[in-house]
């Protein structure tokens, strides 16, 4: 489980001194926490592993919105506060899907939902978060998904 190895590099962190990975995980079981909580009054409670990589997939995209502002700001130390942080992140994440395989699984779907043109991009986009959310990064799924429609 993604929890377990979380708090085994926490651990890891502190004997070995590593104060910017051991801030990262912090984080990371912070949030986790946070979703926890917010997961009480849920109905129905997903796959902790789904959830742990759910909390995963949205510190990653808030940390590379931020190193793209910036960037743009001129402010380079605090883009390498936030890559390093990403870096801890990304080595939690399952492997995601190369390029190619994602279009070949967006290829998949569009012709077994019967999608051809940008009005179906929904349901598409719906059948491949179902089926590859937490291997595929949805923001340029989008992208590949309109091209492809288009």
Known sequence: MIREQLKSAQVEAMKGG????????????AK???RDIELRTASNVPDDDAVVVEVLQKMAKQRRESI????NGGRDELAAKEEAELAVIDSFLPAQLSEDETKA????????????????????????????????????ASGLVKAALG
């Open 18 to 29: 590593d104060k910017e990975r051991l801030a990262a995980v912090r984080l990371i079981l």
């Open 68 to 71: 793209e502002m910036f960037r």
């Open 105 to 140: 699984a967006i290829e998949g779907i569009k012709a077994e939902v019967g999608a051809s043109s940008v009005k179906d991009m929904g349901k598409v986009m719906a059948v491949l978060k179902e089926r590859h959310g937490s291997v595929i990064d949805m923001s340029k």
């Open 32 to 34: 986790l926490k946070d």
